[in-house]
């Protein structure tokens, strides 16, 4: 099982602040884009933005990092502030 959470405004177009998964193999995080588009379809653009932030047991991820049983994946968008 892993587990998904949603930060900042990306809770609200996803209506739910985490959703869990049960993997059978590990799984990109580009693959794990696809099946989120599918069911949070609101959230398929911002997935596809090169600005979003993904991290993997709070460490930063890229897209072709991989996901595991027991992984807790989070999505952030870009910050802004001064």
Do not use: H, W
Not at 6 to 30: D, N, S
Not at 58 to 80: H, M, N, R, T, Y
Request: charge should be negative.
């Amino acid at each position: 099982m892993i587990t998904v959470r949603f930060f900042a405004m990306l809770k609200g177009l996803a209506k739910t602040e985490a959703r869990e998964y049960k993997i059978e193999a590990p799984i990109t995080v580009a693959e794990l884009k696809e099946l989120l588009k599918k069911d949070f379809p609101a959230l398929a653009g911002v997935l596809d933005s090169r600005s979003l932030l993904i991290s993997i047991n709070q460490e930063f991820a890229a897209k072709d990092a991989l996901i595991k049983d027991g992984d807790e994946v989070g999505f952030l968008p870009p910050f802004s502030g001064g």
